[in-house]
């Protein structure tokens, strides 16, 4: 720093070794070197080589598993769209059964019982919200 405060010390001429994103240009373009040559200089992300279970290894997936995920991502997609035209932009339920336990999240808190005890989301309900919302 100089004498002067908030002045920054400006630097003398960097080799190409110290160029900074924001520094200009070594090629004299004029350009930020972001801008201009830093894509230049970063390589493309190497070739990833998928593997399946029998030990067969692909540069690309098959066309077949291709088309596979494409319908699984397809039918996703539309029971997503089924469930918002039914029941509109709200979260989904996030319930299930495991080792004899229904598990059901609300927001941030975990709950479980016997599955038989909570068949439907309304029996869940009905144990756990506050006593002066139900008639």
């Given at each position: 720093m100089s ?12 080799g190409?070794?110290?160029l ?6 070594s ?5 930020k070197?972001?801008?201009c ?9 190497p070739?990833?080589i ?10 690309e ?5 291709y088309?596979?995920?494409m ?11 089924e ?13 299930m ?6 598990w059901?999240v ?13 068949k439907?989301?309304?029996d ?5 919200a506050?006593r002066?919302?139900?008639?």
């Open positions: 004498g002067r405060k908030g002045q920054k010390k400006r630097r003398t001429e960097k190409p070794w110290k900074g994103r924001n520094d200009p240009c090629c004299g373009s004029g350009l070197f972001k801008k040559c830093l894509p230049k200089v970063i390589s493309p992300a070739q990833r998928m593997a399946s279970k029998d030990g067969q290894v692909w540069k997936a098959p066309p077949e598993l088309a596979k995920a319908r699984v991502f397809e039918e996703k997609r539309r029971k997503e769209q469930r918002v035209a039914r029941f509109g932009q709200i979260r989904p339920q996030i319930s059964v495991w080792q004899g336990q229904r059901v609300v927001r941030n808190r975990l709950f479980y019982k016997e599955a038989d005890k909570w439907y989301f309304s869940f309900l009905r144990d756990y506050p002066g919302a139900w008639p």
